[in-house]
């Protein structure tokens, strides 16, 4: 075989070895560009609330590699947050920290994934499930409850141990006419157990005084100032 055909046999196996790698590239361009497109259209149909359209185009950008990762996480919120579907939630945040242990949203990823965990086992169990918004709702609400709980027991305190001679008096007059409807003016600080505990010196009996005045008591916990309240 002469000099000149070897090399030109050398030429066509680099060329076509180019070609090749040009094509390959181009492919890869041509898939890129379409999962970008498909994922655009995807945020749109998002945006103007078609949840089920937005989900078939997410999916179908979906190829098992780790920049399938944000895919599966967007899936997951559609899932939470759309169609209330916390299974289907669990298998996309689940996907995501395979594909993405360490990324940018996996602690989050996580936190969602205790709260969808714990609302499939109450749908299971036959309990509504909650979005993750009204969970939120919730939890503030707990928070709220808490520290006006917390304050109610401060006010407890502070009576105990600070009490008003005028508000003393008061109760021991009402005590000593036991023929007479007793009545009691609410003061700043004051709860259903600190009136209790002026007039029958125990918390214990502030049941008493409020079912004697459910038509003044809207919230045993809320008092306020310049009630006037029947002492039973």
Known sequence: MSLTVRLSKKNFAAALCLGLALGAAGCERMISSRSTQVIKDAEAKTA???????????????????KSADIHYRLALLYDDKMNDPLHALHHFKRYLTLA?????????????????LALGTSLSGDSVVSRAEAARLKNENLTLRKQLEDQRAQVHSAATEKTP??????????KAPGKAR???VREGDTLASISR?????????????????SVIADPAKLKPGMTLTIP
């Open 183 to 185: 009545t009691y003016v």
């Open 101 to 117: 242990p360490t990324g940018p949203h996996a602690n989050e990823v996580k936190n969602f994934m205790k709260k969808d965990e």
């Open 198 to 214: 002026k007039f029958y010196k125990s918390s214990g009996r502030w049941k008493k005084i409020r079912d004697a005045n459910k």
């Open 48 to 66: 103007d609330g078609n949840y089920l359209r937005a989900i078939t185009l997410y999916e179908s950008a979906l190829d098992g590699s780790e």
């Open 166 to 175: 005028a508000n003393d008096k008061s109760a021991e007059a009402n005590k």
